[in-house]
């Protein structure tokens, strides 16, 4: 072969070629082109299913503490996701539907007496079988919480105009604000943009786990029965202990310390402060943050020998480490805890509460296993 | 008498008739347009005949069209084949073009920002008609480019294209290789997903390094916006990467391409006589001219290649997309874009700056002097045979380079921790883990155990795995809790799964799959036996939701003495195990787990 040649010598069979390939690659893309809807649909099928999984692992961090794994609820600390209430599934539809027709023809002008006396029997049966579906949620009536089988949409009974996608997705943003009627502990914001651990395609992901919860038509009573804890109504405005309009601490650790050492610290208030400033919802057992108990120990034999939290600290004690870590959560990170503590300490507690805290935690320093 | 106070298409008309007029107005139009073909110039051309009028009407394009005064009017006979050149900067160029075309068309649905780039990705694929095909086009494209760009390079060396005139030819070429690569590297960000994050967190981290530190300091902020790479990092990337860098590599090409117009192509170096350079001087009889032959050649090539990446990125290749970019998680395997890895393997070989900075500098300087290096007259093999050895000793380094700067070379992860990641590995860099692709109805909810495959053959598999679960539940004889009991409490409070019991059962052999995954979890333990002593590991699948299973591996083994993460040997040639005051061996366990959703598509990895 003669390498110095054009590689295709004669004029018409580059014409030819050259028209070929032209062609072939419209009629490629032609066909991709046709294929195009089916494409699309497929990948997006196929980031949905991943989403969900990735909202189940998120899900599995961050939120089964309290919500538990199964997405039943923890009782006393927060709601079922898992269930048909949520999600607004009525399982007296049919009968409410049937009632309320009989209802509308019974009044109406023209019913004779015979129908009428019809109707009414077939009200008592419809009564009585409504009177049976709910002696079977017996168990879901004897659960925490409030559930009534004739109210039984979460969003209707709050009057959220929205869908449930978006009720789930701005209760991740925002979080929930606690009560004297409510949750002992409030539900952090989750969001960055408002100063929560997770991005939004991350609130996406859970949000797609838990709205896959959801089973449409198929919700049985007995779903509803396995809840262990069901949402509670918001009677009473919002009181959360955080804000004392008093001076905030601040990020200056050795200036904290100072203002501190004249205070004395109050253990009862501290462990209200514990709990109303969502601190327990994760390091209850150590799932999401460090464990409550032994914090002192750990603090003064562990954390201080560590050359990386040696020059972080004004002082090496185990206040100053709490203080610190508090404040300026990210600075030090224990493995295989993430930064998922609020870093915004520093501008809502008051010294007073600052020295609350440490008093009840440095109470707390039970020996740990 | 003109109908009209001035002559017109009209006179024209009345004088010679409609369809002569016609045709005299066509050919105007069409010798304008081409600058001084009319439409017989063109079909003689087209159909290999001689030009039937004087001055030659193929050249006129040459002289008085804007596009072709680029282009000699002839070339060599010589530099029009397959070798000396294999087209290489030709194609460069068609690359150049067929980016910025695939480019624009994606800018039209990005927006950089690390809010919305990722959703933008999404959008691409899920939503935009032909979306994937250019994303994967574009992608392809670069990739390539890479490759033709510096397949030229190459070229050049060897046939020592470089030589006087050429030295500055070289000189602009090794800049717009630079470039080429930034400009590859700068686009690997934009999806804003794990492997654009950390492959240019990696490179990043480099400029990071340059000496003094104030300056690499400095650098670093200019190009990331900030310490870390956010917002501002992105949207510099993306003005550099649509911007700054095609404008450079627009330039420098304008100037590359005059000057080798300038000096003509080199001729394949057995065609002259040392020292000599005669490419400007083509004698009649070896002239091709540019119309019509080179450029129905061009026009063929286009389409040619173009077909040639719509098939492969129809049947063969697709853009990777992994998962959005998560500064806290930093996947294990990390490397550079494959182009640069020869500069992460130069890394691991010590100092940061030495091999990061000033290495590549060095390079990129020593090849743009090289011409004034190697300045002997003679451009034959036998006679360069030392400049050839450099050329061969610096392309094999670079290999070397290459191939130690893969994420499997000088990186140790403990066996427990590889083995997992094996089975559970997110899709990225082809790879999967051999969980995932399992068919989901296969994944029958329950536990299972490496332990089965021990069994000598299938029959015995059962007895196998019912002797598992009595040693499972055999309390220790000093009263310590049963194994069963210590994975479970693992399992709750570490894992967030609550087992009421630890019942493993036999992989039903109509899971052919699942099984096999077992069963390669098996042997992967049996490679890794020194460090994970005794081990066995558990798959226990369990529902979540209608069409959500969840799947945790389990892995238990005695603990052995490590030293740098190398398993330490007795003198028999068996591991030392570390053992407690009592002198038992050390259980260890380690878990991770998966959610596996029925849409998910997980593909195993070709050739996997």
């Keep these: 072969m003669n390498l110095q040649r054009l590689l295709i010598q004669k004029m018409e069979h580059r014409i030819i070629v050259g028209t070929v390939a032209f062609l072939a690659m419209l009629a490629i893309v032609g066909w991709i082109a046709i294929n195009e809807p089916g494409r699309m649909a497929a990948f997006s099928r196929q980031y949905s299913g991943r989403s969900i999984e990735r909202g189940a692992i998120l899900f599995s961090n961050n939120c089964s503490t309290c919500h538990g794994i199964d997405g039943l609820g923890v009782i006393g600390r927060a709601p079922a996701l898992n269930t048909p209430y949520l999600f607004g599934h009525d399982f007296l539809a049919d009968i409410s539907l049937e009632l309320r027709t009989l209802g509308f023809e019974y009044d109406a002008e023209g019913t004779t007496d015979v129908r009428k006396a019809e109707i009414d029997a077939r009200r008592a049966e419809l009564e009585a079988e409504q009177a049976t579906r709910v002696a079977q949620m017996q168990t879901a009536l004897d659960a925490q919480g409030d559930y009534d ?23 991740l943003v925002h979080g929930r604000p606690n009560s004297a009627t409510y949750w002992p502990q409030p539900m952090g914001a989750w969001a960055q943009i408002a100063g929560g651990p997770l991005r939004n395609d991350q609130l996406e992901d859970l949000t797609n786990y838990i709205l896959n919860w959801d089973k449409s038509e198929e919700w049985t009573i007995a779903d509803l029965n396995r809840v262990r804890q069901f949402p509670r109504t918001p009677v009473d405005g919002a009181q959360f202990a955080g804000l004392t309009g008093e001076p905030t601490v601040g990020t200056d650790v050795a200036a904290i310390l100072t203002e501190i050492s004249t205070l004395q610290g109050n253990i009862q208030s501290g462990e209200t402060l514990y709990s109303t400033l969502a601190c327990a919802g994760c390091h209850n057992g150590g799932a999401v943050g460090p464990a409550t108990e032994g914090t002192w120990t750990r603090a003064s034999e562990l954390r201080l020998q560590d050359p990386a939290v040696q020059a972080l600290l004004p002082e090496l004690t185990a206040q100053a480490y709490v203080v610190h870590s508090i404040v300026l959560p990210y600075e030090y990170l224990v493995a295989p805890y993430g930064p998922v503590m609020p870093a915004t300490f520093g501008t809502t507690l008051s010294y007073q509460q600052m020295a609350d805290l440490l008093i009840y935690l440095q109470s707390q320093d039970q020996p740990i296993q | 008498m003109s109908v009209l106070p001035f002559p017109s298409f009209l006179d024209d008309i009345k004088e010679k008739g409609l369809k002569r007029a016609v045709f005299d107005g066509v050919n105007e139009v069409v010798e304008r347009i081409t600058a001084g073909m009319n439409l017989q110039d063109i079909r003689e051309a087209l159909r290999g005949e001689a030009p039937s009028r004087k001055p030659n009407p193929r050249l006129q394009p040459h002289a008085d069209g804007f596009w072709l005064h680029m282009r000699p009017s002839y070339f060599h006979k010589s530099v029009t084949g397959v070798y000396p050149e294999f087209r290489l900067g030709w194609l460069s160029t068609y690359f150049v073009f067929f980016e910025t075309i695939t480019g624009i068309f994606l800018m039209v649905f990005y927006t950089p920002s690390p809010e919305v780039a990722y959703a933008n990705m999404l959008t691409i694929m899920s939503n935009v008609p032909l979306g994937q095909f250019m994303r994967d086009l574009h992608r392809l494209g670069a990739e390539a480019m890479v490759i033709i760009v510096t397949l030229h390079m190459l070229r050049t060396f060897l046939t020592a294209s470089y030589k006087k005139p050429r030295e500055f030819t070289w000189a602009t070429g090794i800049i717009l290789i630079f470039l080429t690569y930034f400009l590859s590297f700068s686009g690997y960000l934009l999806p804003w997903d794990q492997l654009a994050l950390w492959a240019v967190t990696i490179g990043a981290s480099m400029v990071e390094a340059a000496p003094p530190e104030i300056v690499g300091t400095n650098l670093n902020l200019l190009l ?240 196998v795995v019912n002797a598992f679960n009595a040693e499972l539940e055999m309390v220790n004889t000093d009263g310590g809790r049963a194994i069963a009991e210590d994975v479970l409490a693992y399992l709750g409070t570490s894992q967030n799964l609550p087992l009421s019991s630890l019942e493993v059962v036999p992989v039903s052999s109509s899971s052919r799959e699942l099984r096999e995954v077992v069963e390669g979890f098996a042997h992967e333990l049996e490679i890794n036996e020194n460090e994970l002593h005794n081990a066995w590991g558990l798959i226990i699948v369990t529902d979540v939701q209608d069409d959500l299973k969840r799947i945790d591996v389990v892995i238990r083994w005695e603990d052995v003495e490590l030293e740098n993460g190398k398993v330490v040997f007795d003198e028999a040639g068996e591991p030392v195990l570390r053992l407690d005051e009592n002198g038992n061996t050390i259980p260890r366990l380690n878990s991770q787990h998966i959610y596996i959703h029925r849409d998910s598509q997980y593909f195993a990895a070709p050739g996997a």
């Design chain 1, 149 to 171: 089988p004739t109210a039984p949409g979460r969003l209707q009974n709050l009057g959220w105009g929205g869908t449930v996608r978006n009720y789930v997705y701005t209760t």
């Design chain 2, 224 to 463: 990331r916006g900030g310490p870390d790479i956010g917002a501002n990092g992105l949207l510099r990337f993306y003005l550099l990467h649509v911007l700054a860098v095609p404008a450079l590599l627009f330039m420098f090409t304008g100037v590359h391409y005059y000057k080798v117009i300038i000096h003509g192509h080199s001729l394949p170096p057995k065609e002259e006589n040392i020292g000599e350079d005669t490419a400007k001087r083509v004698p009649l009889d070896k002239r091709v001219y540019f119309i019509p032959d080179v450029l129905t050649s061009e026009i063929m090539w286009i389409a040619v290649t173009t077909l040639i990446l719509v098939v492969l990125v129809t049947w063969f290749f697709h853009a990777p997309l992994e998962n959005h970019a998560d500064p806290q998680v930093t996947p294990l395997g990390t490397t550079a874009p494959w182009y640069f890895l020869w500069v992460q393997g130069a890394l691991k070989l010590g100092d940061k700056v030495l091999w990061g900075i000033i290495f590549p500098t060095v390079l990129l300087v020593f090849f743009i002097i090289w011409p004034y290096i190697d300045t002997a007259p003679s451009r034959r093999w036998a006679h360069r045979r030392i400049q050839l050895t450099v050329g061969f000793v610096i392309m094999s380094m670079l290999v070397i380079f290459s191939y130690m700067g893969l994420a499997e070379f000088g990186v140790v992860n403990s066996a427990d921790t590889t083995v997992m990641y094996h089975l559970t590995k997110e899709p990225a860099h082809n790879q999967v883990g051999t969980l995932r692709p399992i068919p989901f109805e296969e994944l029958q909810a329950g536990i299972y155990t490496t332990r089965q495959f021990e069994a000598l053959d299938e029959s015995e598999q059962t007895t």
